[in-house]
């Protein structure tokens, strides 16, 4: 089971960055799928969420409004659609996988992941 993550980069506050969590070696659409971030001398912090079955979104606090959680089992992706991003949206961007349906609980839930990428990195700066 690999997760890659990548569409981390560069980006002003107000901008918008996508992000990709692609899968190998198992079909994503059986596994809950979440986002994290860490940012420079934090703890690592839920974002995101998507169930299976039903592809429900779950949302952290910080992310409601302005991200948007996708799947697209086809192509065994789950996406981040980052936008009005902001200064302290900054960080190491990781997604994760546990194959159960997920809820609202696994947003924040760091414990109930077993499989995690390996980052991609989203600076917002002026």
């Known amino acids: 089971v690999q997760l890659q993550a990548s569409g981390g980069g560069f980006v002003q506050p107000g901008g918008s960055l996508s992000l990709s969590c692609q899968a190998s070696?198992?079909?994503?659409?059986?596994?809950?799928i979440g986002w994290f971030r860490q940012a420079p001398g934090k703890e690592r912090e839920g974002v995101a969420c998507?169930?299976?079955?039903?592809?429900?979104?779950y949302y952290a606090d910080s992310a409601k409004g302005r991200f948007t959680i996708s799947r697209d089992n086809a192509k065994n992706t789950v996406y981040l659609q980052m936008n009005s991003l902001k200064p302290e949206d900054t960080a190491v961007y990781y997604c994760?996988?546990?194959?159960?349906?997920?809820?609202?609980?696994?947003?924040?839930?760091?414990?109930?992941?077993?499989?995690w990428g390996q980052g991609t990195l989203v600076t917002v700066s002026s």
């Open positions: 994760a996988a546990e194959p159960t349906k997920g809820d609202d609980t696994f947003v924040d839930a760091l414990e109930v992941y077993d499989y």
């Open positions: 998507i169930s299976t079955t039903d592809g429900r979104p």
């Open positions: 070696g198992y079909s994503l659409d059986e596994y809950a």
